[in-house]
């Protein structure tokens, strides 16, 4: 007995460990977000590139929570219950990757955006869509440490709010474009953007998930609640992708 | 040494199976995008709709080979080079299973499609696209059955053709949206199409890259070839988003 609480314990200090270095990832993801955000409504090119170069560091934290999960697999050999959290602390360190990388692909395409005519608004409208996906992923991974599966629910049904902020973004740069074919490159890499956010969104849900998945040992039944199937059939709705959930 | 030898076999049996299961969804994934491209050129709704049911069981596969990764790694707690086989072979089903998420995301686009006027050559183009995708992904299946770092390799450049028939596309479509604005909305879905078709391309990679892995226990060094950086800032360029590799 004695034995076996040492493993354990060995176990959840490991654990301790890694969770903290998600909960580091995730506030440089946050940052992320947000200083892209910023960059793009004040065309600002120094803080895309700051976004940019930031994503590295992102990118080494999620090498360095794989590799210490495969160490304590390999150390620890982990049962059950302990065997799912280490799969599932690794995938939550994946969305956080791949939200930080829409952060750079959104300070890329600013770069470019900063040599266009401005369009009207709209950099007001994605800075509100970011600033709700930046709130959800700090809920997120305060729910991740919790182990709060209300919260975590809470949080899946905001990503639908992000999807109709990114509907009605679709059709307004459809009408600027329309408009004037001079706003057409510029909407398409605004529409990318707006598309970007809706993704990260889409990930923090998936975060939101694996919470749900830890607290109770199973996946939320509907894996996400969907309100895209309408709208993606309405001429100029644009629907939501899938691909990265 | 006799027991060690079971142990190991025990394992090599194990991963042969799930092994199995990834050549399995591998082929239902390259099929996905064959009827997925065929259903866009022909404008066939029903077969679209065949892409979109089809995914259910792509979706099943991934989480069956999770699962028995899981038994695997609790089972039969494998140290070093078999555990990362196992991981690794758990993130080529991930990357299966979002190509396949792209191929859904295309039937959907094509299912609105249809009620657009067509845009002349566009859908050639895009068919070629994908059909280089598909034959990428079949070697890369068949780069991982043999543990071919060579032949990986080789996918990774091919993925370079990938993104420039991506950027030739894009500059397409602009041209067709500023020479008629009754354009602009077919063409914002052809563009998602392409963009999906490109990221394909990048899931394909990162297969090819764990199979370099698998084969000689280190990552390619530069991750992938890049051609995209100029192509970033050149006007009428769209670049290649790095959120998916």
């Known amino acids: 007995m004695m034995g076996d609480q040492h493993i354990a314990s060995a176990f959840d200090r490991d654990l301790e460990a890694i969770q903290a270095l998600v909960m580091k990832m995730g506030g440089l993801v946050e940052e992320a977000?947000?200083?892209?955000?910023?960059?793009?409504?004040?065309?600002?090119?120094?803080?895309?590139?700051?976004?940019?170069?930031?994503?590295?560091?992102?990118?080494e934290l999620e090498e360095?929570?794989?590799?210490?999960?495969?160490?304590?697999?390999?150390?620890?050999?982990?049962?059950?219950?302990d065997l799912r959290t280490v799969?599932?602390?690794?995938?939550?360190?994946?969305?956080?990757?791949?939200?930080?990388?829409?952060?750079?692909?959104?300070?890329?395409?600013?770069?470019?955006?900063?040599?266009?005519?401005?369009?009207?608004?709209?950099?007001?409208?994605?800075?509100?869509m970011s600033r709700e996906v930046e709130a959800m992923l700090a809920d997120a991974l305060d729910a991740f440490m919790r182990r709060d599966p209300v919260a975590a629910d809470e949080i899946r049904?905001?990503?639908?709010?992000?999807?109709?902020?990114?509907?009605?973004?679709?059709?307004?740069?459809?009408?600027?474009?329309?408009?004037?074919?001079?706003?057409?490159?510029?909407?398409?890499?605004l529409h990318f953007i707006a598309k970007n956010i809706e993704r990260m969104g889409d990930h923090v849900t998936s975060i939101a998930d694996q919470v749900i998945y830890l607290a109770t040992g199973e996946m939320p039944e509907d894996q996400r609640p969907k309100s895209n199937t309408e709208i993606y059939q309405i001429e100029g709705g644009d629907g939501t992708d899938e691909a990265d959930e």
Do not use: W
Request: charged share 30%; hydrophobic share 40%; aromatic share 4%.
């Open 33 to 59: 977000i947000r200083t892209g955000s910023k960059s793009l409504k004040s065309r600002d090119v120094e803080l895309a590139e700051q976004v940019r170069k930031g994503d590295r560091k992102i990118d």
């Open 64 to 81: 360095q929570i794989n590799t210490q999960c495969a160490t304590v697999l390999a150390l620890r050999q982990p049962a059950a219950r």
């Open 87 to 128: 799969l599932s602390v690794m995938k939550i360190a994946g969305n956080l990757e791949r939200i930080g990388d829409y952060s750079k692909n959104i300070a890329k395409r600013t770069e470019v955006l900063v040599h266009m005519q401005p369009i009207e608004g709209t950099s007001s409208a994605l800075k509100r």
């Open 157 to 189: 049904h905001r990503d639908l709010d992000v999807d109709q902020m990114y509907n009605a973004l679709f059709r307004e740069f459809l009408t600027f474009m329309m408009e004037d074919p001079r706003n057409i490159s510029a909407c398409m890499h």
